[in-house]
């Protein structure tokens, strides 16, 4: 199983970036694919989920600004992320749950700074 993500980078605040996240070795249609994050000296976080149904769950944080999507015919999660603020500087995973499976992919870092 692989979870590959891409995207991150260096933004200005106000700034915009997509993540995407490809997965191979699961039946990825089943799967809730998510997109943690972790801050330097925090713990990690749900940032946004979607689920095979296509419901979607964010944290507080990001609601309004970042959008969640998946593309089952392309195996990939996408986060797209508007009005970025240096608070959101963080590695960013992807996540793949069906339980009782949990698969993580490594991170990409996403910095917010001017």
């Known amino acids: 199983v692989q979870l590959q993500a891409s995207g991150g980078g260096l933004v200005q605040p106000g700034g915009s970036l997509r993540l995407s996240c490809v997965g191979s070795?699961?039946?990825?249609?089943?799967?809730?694919m998510g997109w943690y994050r972790q801050a330097p000296g925090k713990q990690r976080e749900l940032v946004a989920a979607?689920?095979?149904?296509?419901?979607?769950n964010y944290a507080d944080s990001v609601k309004g600004r970042f959008t969640i999507s998946r593309d089952n015919a392309k195996n990939t999660v996408y986060l797209q992320m508007n009005s970025l603020k240096p608070e959101d500087t963080a590695v960013y995973y992807c996540?793949?749950?069906?339980?009782?499976?949990?698969?993580w992919g490594k991170g990409t870092l996403v910095t917010v700074s001017s």
């Open positions: 996540n793949a749950k069906s339980w009782p499976r949990n698969y």
């Open positions: 070795g699961i039946i990825f249609s089943i799967y809730t």
């Open positions: 979607i689920a095979s149904s296509g419901s979607t």
